[in-house]
């Protein structure tokens, strides 16, 4: 079973940074894309930023021109920037990977990593 681990969460004010991070416990094969997804209380799940491993990337609406998503393929590794922070931004940050094919996918999530962004 992999394990996804996400670091860099915490409390920042409006309009700072901050980075996170994913590693994965192994090497993953067939890897469609990895991302993150992020929660905010009483709100459902919602895409952050996903990148695929050839490098192609796409943002969700809130956070386009504001966060940065990269990877390194041959650390198991997917972080994201994120800049220009907003107190809509508070949520929990999660660290997903989608591997496999059409007939047999999968999906790997981390546990989450709190971002709370003060007024």
């Known amino acids: 079973q992999v394990q996804l681990v996400e670091s860099g969460g915490g409390l920042v004010q409006a309009g700072g940074s901050l980075r996170l991070s994913c590693a994965a416990s192994r090497s993953i094969g067939s890897i469609n894309y990895r991302g993150w997804y992020r929660q905010a209380p009483g709100k459902q799940r919602e895409l952050v930023a996903t990148?695929?491993?050839?490098?192609?990337?796409n943002y969700g609406d809130s956070v386009q021109g504001r966060f940065t998503i990269s990877r390194d393929n041959a650390k198991n590794t997917v972080s994201l920037q994120m800049n220009r922070l907003k107190p809509e931004d508070t949520a929990v940050y999660y660290c997903?990977?989608?591997?496999?094919?059409?007939?047999?996918?999968?999906?790997?999530w981390g546990q989450g990593t709190q971002v709370t962004v003060s007024s």
């Open positions: 990148i695929t491993p050839g490098g192609s990337t």
């Open positions: 997903h990977v989608n591997y496999g094919n059409t007939w047999n996918p999968g999906n790997y």
